[in-house]
């Protein structure tokens, strides 16, 4: 039974390893792991615009009740991610800054990192309001778009 046992945790261990390295992969630094497309999922759609050929779509997720560690201020994760207007196709490099005025006026400014097929960062939307968020964005013909949309946290 003992060789059982020890066989069983070889095979599970065995499975866990491949998770394991696509955990690390995508620890991009944020304070959320296991971050992929089940994730961007939770997100829900904010605004979706086509500019000059490229589809954008921003996601914000609340991270309330997440369990994120006490001390972190930011609240919410804001995803973007592109596509080939014609073609659907994803496009997953680029350059990607937001800026946000907050509902007092003051602002906040991030670069967004590429995940797991969208970009993102973690903002802080600790007040409520409005929050007006502009974002420029280079994807790969090098050319620069933006989008802007507003958002109210209630
Ligand atoms: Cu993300």
């Known amino acids: 039974m003992k ?3 020890a066989l069983i945790a070889v095979l599970m261990m065995t499975m866990a390893a491949p998770l394991a390295v696509t955990a690390a992969e995508h620890d ?3 304070m959320h792991e296991g971050h992929g497309s089940q ?5 829900k759609v904010v605004h979706q615009q086509v500019v000059d050929g490229v589809k954008v779509t921003f996601r914000i997720m609340d991270m309330k009740g997440m369990g994120m560690p006490a001390g972190i201020k930011e609240t919410h994760h804001l995803m973007a991610e592109f596509a080939d207007a014609g073609s659907g196709k994803p496009l997953t490099e680029g350059e990607v800054k937001v800026k946000m ?3 007092d006026k003051s602002e906040q400014t991030k670069d967004l990192m590429g995940m797991e097929g969208h970009f993102g960062a973690d903002i802080v939307m600790a007040k409520r309001g409005k929050y007006g968020v502009m974002c420029k964005f280079k994807v790969k013909d090098g050319k620069v778009r933006s989008s802007k949309f507003w958002y109210v946290v209630k």
């Not at 994730?39 to 997100?43: H, P, R, V």
Request: glycine content about 14%.
């Open 3 to 5: 060789k059982t046992a």
């Open 101 to 103: 005025v907050n509902p």
């Open 28 to 30: 991009h630094g944020s």
């Open 39 to 43: 994730m961007a999922q939770m997100g």
